[in-house]
């Protein structure tokens, strides 16, 4: 200790020494540079031209690049630099960026819950080994600003494609679903083995059943069809019969999701009459869409939302919840219905 502070003043001596010394060589350089070339004057868009030379090559020119095949807004760009997709994971601030991640999830789970369904998410999310990255929404204010909301909702605003792009397969489940009966890597196995590309756990039939589509089978690992009650289905390839899965505890692939994404309207949170229209995103639809029976969960039925309504005129605020459902219902089918036209009427003019 004693030696470092008894050369404390020569330290400094030659620091500053060098310090002047190198300051005469750096003008002293900058000097015989600057007459070694003509003088030259750079407008903003010069020099960021020159800069766009330096990187791309001799001869190249970054205003020319036009990529009609990159995404939306990036046409301008090298397709190489463009980076489409993202994902959930945390990063360091330190360290190699390759080695942030020791494994990178295939799937994504996401619940949309509320703190007093805890223990029962708890258990869920147990349910799933590693390879799931596991998303939850708060809808009910405990931990989050954004209450009063349904998965549809968060599902439009944080589950872009381009955002999810990297999972295999994403999950969007309720939170009062039992899962003694089911592995997510068991699910994933059958899902991939009969080419599901949107699915969903069978039902326990004595539990919150509305559809005999959804209902579990105890013979078969998959089911893709059924029989509903009579003058139910006027096709036997379209719902409820088949292509049909509820929005309870639907599974997409990315590539259905991707479609089935910019079917959901921002305006619409609780997706009602989604289930009917999913089949529009996958071909043949009553061959890809199906329930797995060999894994298979149970619909507790626990009201959750309906406490999220508002009373009024004397009505309870669940009724208010329910009468929007319906409503949204209606509105979506016939926006789908308007479209549809549209672009029949369109294609006739063409």
Known sequence: MGTIHRSGVHRKTNDSARLIVVTILGVAFGFFVGISFPAATFTKNEFRRSKSLETLGSGSNVTNIYVPTNPRGAELLPPGIVVAESDFNLRRLWGEPSEDIKKKPKYLLTFTVGYDQRNNINTAVKKFSDDFQILLFHYDGRTSEWDQQTKWWYAKRFLHPDIVGAYEYIFIWDEDLGVEHFSGEKYIELVKKHGLEISQPGLEPDNGLTWQMTKRRGDREVHKDTEEKPGWCSNP??????????????????????????????????????????????????????????????????????????????????????ARCRNEWSLFRSRLADAEQAYLSQTKKG
């Open 237 to 322: 390839h379209l719902p409820p019969c088949a292509a049909f899965v509820e929005i309870m505890a639907p599974v997409f692939s990315r590539e259905a999701w991707r479609c089935v994404w910019h079917m959901i309207q921002n305006d619409l949170v609780h997706g009602w009459g989604l289930d009917f229209a999913l089949r529009r995103c996958v071909e043949p639809a009553h061959e890809k869409i199906g329930v797995v029976d060999s894994q298979w969960i149970i619909h507790q039925v626990i009201p959750s939302l309906g406490s999220q309504g508002k009373s009024e005129k004397g009505k309870a605020p669940w009724e208010g919840v329910r």
